[in-house]
C-alpha cells in the first residue's frame, strides 16, 4: 500500500463573484469544517493595461477587494468553527491557486467563472489548476445552492491498474468524512486475455475471468478498507468502456474522484480519460495529482497558466453539502 499522504494545512478556493464560484465556495466551508482545516479565500485580478492611469489600477484593486471581501463574509456567515482567510493577488488566478497548493490539503474550484464563455463547459482555470496542483482538486459542477438529497448518492472511484495510494487514499478518506459509500467501478481484463490473440489458447471462462479481476480489486483495496474499517464497499465490474460507466455513475454520485494521469507528471496535461470525466460528468470531480508532486520537467507552467483569467472562483447528515445562505451561522454540528 502505497505511502499516506502528509496532512496538508487548509482548504483553498477562488471565488469571483459568479454563481459557479459561490457553489465553489460553499463546498469549500463544507470540506473545511469536515476536516477541520482553516479556510482561505483567493481572488485575482490583474490590471486594465487598456487604461493609462494608475487610478485604473486603483479602482481594479479595490474593486477586487470589494469582491474578495463578500465571498469571505458569506463563508464566515455560515460557520462560526472555520477559520477564515482571504488571499488578493494581481495576476493569473491559475497560477496563485498552483501555487497555494503547495500547502492545501484541498483545492475547491467552479467548473467555470465569470469570465468563461458561455458555451464553455470546464474553464482554462480549472483546466490549468487541476492539471498543475500539488494538492487534489476539487470542481464542482453547476450553479446555485448544493442539492441535499435525502440519499445521498456514494463517492465514487474508477479503478486501473496505474490509480495510485494517493487517489484511494482521497476516495476513501472522502467517503469517511461524509459517511457515504463508497463504489469502486473496474472495467478491465484479466492480463492473461491478451495472449489469447497469439497462442489461441481456449478462451478462459467468462465467470473465471469476472472472479480474476474481483480478485484483483479486493488485493488492491484491502489496505485501505483496514484503514477505513468503517467505509462500506461497493464493488462494480464493468464490462463497458471506463469512461462511459464513470460518467454514468457520476449522474447519481455525490463525487466522482480520479488520477490526474500519469502525463500530469511527465508533461503537465490530465491523462485522456480525466480530462474527459472533468469536462462531460453530471456533478463534482476530485482531481488527484500523482504521489510525486506536479507536472515534471517536460510540463510548462507558466505558459498554461499565463493566460488563465480569473477563478469561477464532525461529518455533515446524510453526508452532503449544506446550504451556503448567508446567515444560516453554526451548522449544528
Known amino acids: 500500500m502505497a505511502k499516506p499522504r502528509t496532512r496538508r494545512r487548509r482548504v483553498v478556493t477562488g471565488y469571483d463573484g459568479s454563481d459557479h464560484s459561490l457553489q465553489a465556495l460553499e463546498w469549500a466551508m463544507d470540506e473545511a469544517e469536515l476536516r477541520r482545516l482553516p479556510l482561505t479565500v483567493v481572488h485575482a485580478w490583474q490590471w486594465p493595461y487598456g487604461e493609462a492611469g ?46 497555494l497548493s503547495a500547502d492545501a490539503e484541498l483545492v475547491v474550484i467552479g467548473s467555470r467563472g465569470r469570465n468563461a464563455p458561455a458555451r464553455s463547459v470546464i474553464g482554462s482555470t480549472a ?26 448518492g456514494p463517492v465514487v472511484l474508477g479503478l486501473k491498474d496505474t490509480t495510485g495510494g494517493e487517489v484511494l487514499e482521497f476516495a476513501f478518506e472522502e467517503a469517511a468524512l461524509r459517511r457515504l459509500r463508497l463504489l469502486v467501478m473496474h472495467a478491465g481484463h484479466p492480463h492473461h486475455l491478451t495472449a489469447w490473440g497469439v497462442a489461441m ?70 491523462g485522456l480519460m480525466t480530462r474527459s470525466l472533468v469536462r462531460h460528468a453530471s456533478g463534482p470531480v476530485a482531481v488527484v495529482p500523482p504521489a510525486a508532486g506536479p507536472a515534471g520537467p517536460g510540463g510548462s507552467l507558466r505558459a498554461d497558466l499565463s493566460g488563465s483569467g480569473p477563478p469561477t472562483a464532525d461529518p455533515r447528515q446524510h453526508g452532503s453539502p449544506g446550504s451556503m445562505s448567508p446567515g444560516a451561522g453554526d451548522r449544528g454540528r
Not at 487610478?55 to 470589494?66: K, L, P, S, V
Not at 490549468?128 to 440519499?151: D, F, S
Not at 462511459?244 to 474522484?257: F, Q
Open 54 to 99: 494608475e487610478d485604473a489600477g486603483d479602482r481594479g484593486r479595490a474593486a477586487a477587494g470589494r469582491v474578495l471581501r463578500h465571498g469571505a463574509d458569506c463563508a464566515r456567515a455560515c460557520s462560526t468553527i472555520v477559520e477564515v482567510a482571504t488571499d488578493l493577488y494581481e495576476g493569473p488566478a491559475a497560477r496563485r491557486l498552483v501555487e
Open 201 to 270: 489458447a481456449p478462451l478462459p471462462d467468462v465467470d473465471d475471468s469476472a472472479r480474476v479481476c474481483r480478485e484483483w480489486v479486493d488485493e488492491r483495496l484491502a489496505g485501505w478498507q483496514e484503514k477505513y474499517p468503517k467505509v462500506a464497499v461497493d464493488v462494480c465490474l464493468s464490462t463497458t468502456a471506463p469512461k462511459e460507466s464513470l460518467l454514468d455513475a457520476s449522474a447519481k454520485a455525490t463525487l466522482l474522484v480520479a488520477g490526474a494521469g500519469r502525463s500530469a507528471l511527465l508533461s503537465g496535461h490530465l
Open 127 to 152: 483546466s490549468a489548476v487541476a492539471a498543475h496542483a500539488r494538492a487534489p482538486v476539487l470542481i464542482t459542477r453547476g450553479t446555485g445552492p448544493i442539492p441535499v438529497p435525502l440519499h445521498p
